[in-house]
């Protein structure tokens, strides 16, 4: 059986964290949207000239584009060994499409979907610390305990900036999408959701996730 794990949450709830974090002890393929609309930008791309002014406005990008990225990044990784997700599908169009181009037979497929839920404004406050590596987009919270302070990533030694969108206007608009779209996922998976409290520190949510997985 081939796990295809799927962290959903508003922007800001520590999807990407997880991801890397799960991605590592399980031994998965990270599939991480915003990483791969950010390389696009990073390497000026005509597709990236278009989404660096949108997603700095806090709008999300297209249902088709964003297909198109995910497809693009499946013919070039082998998911024999599981996926876990970070940020798609991120609506229910993207859900129901995701599950007819998946490229695994549908029966050796395991889906379980985790729920990251978290107020807006629990959200603001983290946002504002986050810092995201430039050369592996590797994530760290400035006002944890262990990384206040920190100018350079702990994995990489690249520099570690604040991404343009965000801030606290854009934090809320997104907040206020992905509301109007959270129940329609959670009835299409079912009882495959777990919710966990994403206000959790780090390591009690990573716990939560690797015990569900271990269900």
Not at 127 to 149: A, K, L, Q, W
Request: aromatic content about 6%; overall charge neutral.
């Amino acid at each position: 059986m081939t796990l295809c794990l799927l962290l959903i949450g508003a922007p800001g709830s520590g999807k990407g964290t997880q991801a890397s974090i799960i991605s590592k002890k399980k031994k998965l393929v990270k599939l991480s949207t915003g990483d791969l609309i950010r390389d696009e930008v990073k390497n000026g791309t005509e597709l990236g000239s278009r989404l660096g002014p949108l997603i700095g406005t806090g709008n999300l990008v297209d249902d088709e584009t964003m297909l198109g990225l995910v497809k693009t990044f499946f013919k070039g990784e082998d998911m024999e060994s599981g996926i876990v997700s970070d940020g798609f599908p991120r609506n229910l169009n993207q859900a129901m499409d995701f599950n007819q181009f998946f490229p695994l037979n549908a029966k050796t497929i395991e889906i379980k979907v985790i729920y990251l839920k978290i107020r807006v404004q629990d959200l603001v406050g983290r946002i504002v610390n986050r810092r995201i590596c430039i050369e592996c987009n590797e994530i760290f919270n400035v006002s944890d305990s262990y990384t206040i302070g920190l100018k350079e990533c702990v994995q990489c030694g690249g520099e570690l900036i604040l991404r343009d969108d965000d801030n606290e206007a854009i934090v809320r608009k997104r907040h206020s999408i992905f509301e109007g779209t959270i129940n329609r996922m959670l009835a299409f998976y079912g009882d495959n959701v777990t919710i966990i409290d994403a206000t959790l520190n780090r390591n009690e949510v990573t716990r939560l996730i690797l015990e569900e997985l271990d269900k």
